[in-house]
């Protein structure tokens, strides 16, 4: 009996060891930071206190309950990839100097194969060239492509796409041009990109609509989306950004052709993008009717401050949440 029992013991002991030594590979520290560490509960991995462990360290693979899976940066399928909008908010040479606040983009931009950047304001390009060195440095390498500093005012804009170079191949980028009139406060950044290991290829256009005048924005959209079409010979388009298609500058149920039978909203009205106290979803991806059998039915609002432990105020980041959509890249309806 004692043999017995002597025995269960060092099997105890020895499964501890194998799963401290594996969270100690997946890098779990600060997963339960506050919330007691981590535990199996009834099969579940948690925090002591019952917490869920968030998204990120689950995808670690901080699972003690049971096999853990290969930590990795982009959470991405091979089958999929997903494409992200995000307004960093005011994002200069200020905010890259906090490497608190410079982590969690990092983080955020690396569960990503594309995302698409509004609100850069920094005419010495050093701090999107320094959040790319803080991306990179999470273990996969990623590229940029930047638009011209844009705007009607001193206060100057520039779009960005980052993307990851192991999923993605970039194949040219323009920014709008109005032949008539100036609808377009900043006028919309548009890139071409293929999946690398797929058949999937398709346009972004990357918009950050003026508030005052969304409406008339989003309602010109069509124009650019043609426009792109006829530029790369390409019908799948991909429609995002910072839209401000909520509240007070736009009324959301309103009809036009945006959203007639010819686009797909993913981002639906329901969904909440802004930290305001008025919830509002600004933020959206619209793609084109060719696209619809390329989607991979997935699309939601990225809420960093769940998803990672904060050393800053999550407005810090930025005021806005990124959205995201999946796509499938063995597929090519067009």
């Known amino acids: 009996m004692k043999t017995r029992i002597i ?155 980052f993307y990851n170079t192991e999923t993605i191949t970039a194949s040219g980028s323009y920014t709008y041009i109005e032949n008539s009139g100036d609808i377009f406060h900043r006028e919309p950044f548009i890139g071409k990109f293929q999946a690398k290991n797929g058949i999937f290829d398709f346009i972004i256009i990357n918009i950050h609509a003026d508030p005052d005048e969304a409406t008339s924005e989003i309602k010109s959209l069509p124009l650019v989306v043609n426009d792109a079409k006829s530029h790369f010979s390409e019908n799948d388009v991909i429609v995002l950004g910072d839209l401000n298609a909520d509240c007070s500058y736009y009324n959301e149920d309103s009809s036009h052709t945006l959203t007639g039978s010819d686009y797909k909203w993913l981002i639906s009205n329901d969904m909440v993008t802004n930290m305001a106290n008025t919830p509002c979803t600004y933020d959206r991806i619209i793609i084109t009717s060719t696209l619809r059998e390329d989607y991979a039915d997935v699309a939601n609002v990225f809420r960093f401050d769940q998803e990672f432990e904060l050393d800053c105020e999550r407005r810090e980041v930025s005021d806005h949440y990124p959205v995201f959509a999946s796509f499938h890249i063995d597929r090519d309806t067009d």
């Open 7 to 161: 025995l269960i013991c060092i099997a105890v002991i020895l499964l501890m060891f194998c799963r401290a030594n594996v969270l100690l590979y997946a890098d779990c520290r600060g997963c339960c930071s506050g919330h007691g560490g981590i535990v199996c509960d009834n099969g579940i991995t948690k925090c002591v206190d019952g917490t869920d462990l968030t998204q990120s360290c689950k995808n670690k693979g901080c699972d003690v309950c049971g096999t853990t899976t290969t930590p990795t940066t982009n959470t991405s399928s091979n089958k999929t990839i997903k494409i992200a909008s995000f307004n960093i908010q005011i994002f200069g040479r200020a905010k890259a100097k906090k490497p608190e606040v410079m982590e969690i983009l990092a983080r955020t931009i690396s569960n990503f194969d594309i995302v698409a950047i509004q609100e850069i304001r920094d005419k010495t390009a050093t701090a999107i060239k320094k959040l790319e060195v803080d991306v990179d440095e999470l273990g996969t390498n990623y590229d940029y492509i930047m638009g011209p500093r844009l705007g009607r005012t001193n206060s100057k804009e520039q779009y960005a796409f």
